[in-house]
């Protein structure tokens, strides 16, 4: 019988109401555990709790709040192997990447728990007499979290430590898609003696909760991860009731590859912003925009290099992609590659759903390259959130450096070249908040601010020194001596 996973309301678990399963995407046969869904009532109780725990939390000096981050960092990693075997077997991709995203989590933690010993303000002189002013950072107050399934325990990390170290209590709901990932997160929270009412944890439907929390009146911000659609949504609703928001959602990500770039790097670089991890990455390369004078060489090994990727249950050896997350994705996956086909020709390799032994019970799909793609097709335009890339052919670089920009989105991009002054202008030029030169457009690191531009986030960044200035206000003092 799979273990049952409760919420956690003001330091106590709330195990009644039905629950739902969360299944192993690469073996449907198998429940991963039962999550109790939680109600709009539950989500008024956890912002009631909070709002109870707010002053006790914030008024407590923020380096022994940061003292509980570091708590929380050496319990997971105590448990790394399996909270890394967990997340393979409910969000499906390979250990070798869980593993990478627990150590990232808790590398997060006890980056964000030394902040709190950082935290500086402003001091400058005054224009008056015997008057001292500076500033200080205060805590917002009760922070809903909305986080997605595809980094199951990195991005509520990355959303939920900084909202700790400056003060702030917390009401997190997680994707229902891969909620254990996250719940592990909680659980450490617990096992460390953080306060009661300072964490809370909600699974269940997205429309539901989602509503609940961002109408619940303790609550002063919302910072949401995931599609575009529901941020728009997000955006709307909070807006109503002039909540400070943060919005991280979709990507169209391009890699220009320059006639001058070292050829087999820039082949890797693409193949593994492309398909690793499905390309269920926000920064995922969905585009490669490459120089014609390179163009059919490039293409050619693309293919060759993707038809050598080995697709399968991530917990064993030697695979490099594992399932879509689950059925719905798998046929959005499904649905763009039919659109393609029928907008540029049949893909050069991959497209197909696999079946047979190993395949039957997951949603496993081929990676899949299309080539001779141009601007105008849907292709080219929409986010598919999976193994799908798209080839298109440029004139020169400036060509190709305007074809990148030539979508709603702006969140992550790369160059591939040994031209420095190319370098620089993708730099300058490149509408998007992340650049990435020689390297893949996805894998970032957590000491340095993340967001994008366009439609692709609203609001300040996350992550590095940057993710307190959402988290957190100045004060303004002006001091009389």
């Known amino acids: 019988m799979p273990q049952t996973f409760p919420n956690y309301i003001n330091g106590e678990w709330v195990s009644a109401g039905p629950t739902f399963e969360n299944i192993n995407p690469a073996n449907t046969k198998e429940v991963v555990g039962l999550f109790v869904k939680a109600t709009a009532a539950d989500v008024a109780r956890a912002a009631d709790a909070a709002q109870e725990a707010l002053p006790g939390w914030s008024n407590l000096t923020a380096p022994a709040r940061g003292a509980f981050l570091f708590k929380a960092a050496d319990l997971l990693d105590q448990r790394f192997d399996s909270i890394a075997a967990e997340m393979t077997r409910e969000e499906g991709k ?74 702030n209590t917390v009401i997190m709901k997680p994707a229902s898609a891969s909620p254990l990932s996250s719940w592990r997160v909680m659980e450490a929270f617990h096992d460390a003696g953080l306060p009661k009412g300072v964490f809370n944890f909600v699974c269940g439907s997205g429309g539901e909760l989602g509503s609940a929390l961002i109408n619940a009146a303790p609550v002063k911000a919302i910072s949401f991860t995931g599609s ?82 080995k697709v399968g249950d991530g917990m064993q050896p030697g695979i490099d992609i594992g399932p ?42 081929e990676p899949t390259v299309f080539a001779d793609v141009t601007e105008g097709m849907r292709i080219a335009q929409e986010e598919v959130f999976g193994p799908v890339l798209a080839i298109m052919k440029a004139k020169d670089f400036p060509d190709a450096l305007r074809i990148a920009n030539n979508t709603p989105f702006g969140l992550s991009a790369s160059i591939q070249t ?63 001596y």
């Open 94 to 167: 390979t250990l070798p990447e869980a593993k990478g995203e627990v150590r990232r989590a808790i590398n997060i933690l006890r980056y964000f728990g030394g902040e709190g010993s950082r935290q500086p303000g402003f001091l400058v002189p005054s224009e008056r007499d015997r008057v001292h002013m500076f500033t200080i950072r205060k805590a917002i107050g009760v922070v809903g979290l909305i986080t997605p399934w595809n980094f199951p325990i990195a991005i509520p990390v990355w959303k939920l430590a900084p909202a700790l170290i400056a003060g």
């Open 418 to 480: 040994t031209n420095l002054s190319r370098a620089f202008e993708a730099v300058y030029g490149m509408e998007a908040g992340l650049l990435t030169v020689n390297l893949p457009s996805a894998g970032v690191e957590y000491q340095l601010p993340f967001g994008g531009s366009k439609d692709s986030s609203f609001g300040p960044k996350e992550q590095g020194p940057a993710a307190l200035e959402f988290y957190s206000d100045f004060k303004t003092i002006y001091l009389k």
């Open 324 to 365: 879509a997350v689950d059925a719905g994705q798998l046929q959005v996956d499904l649905d763009y590659i039919d659109i393609a086909t029928k907008e540029c020709g049949a893909p050069l390799c991959g497209g197909k759903r696999l079946t047979g032994p190993g395949y039957d019970d997951g949603f496993f799909v």
């Open 228 to 309: 575009v659609e529901v941020g728009q949504w997000v955006h709307a609703e909070a807006s109503k009731r002039r909540l400070r928001i943060q919005l991280e959602m979709g990507g169209k990500n391009p890699t220009i590859v320059c006639a001058d770039a070292d050829f087999n790097s820039a082949v890797e670089n693409v193949v593994n912003a492309s398909f690793f991890s499905t390309g269920q990455k926000c920064t995922a390369t969905s585009r490669a925009i490459v120089e014609e004078a390179i163009y059919d060489k490039f293409v050619a090994a693309v293919v060759e290099r993707t038809k050598k990727l």
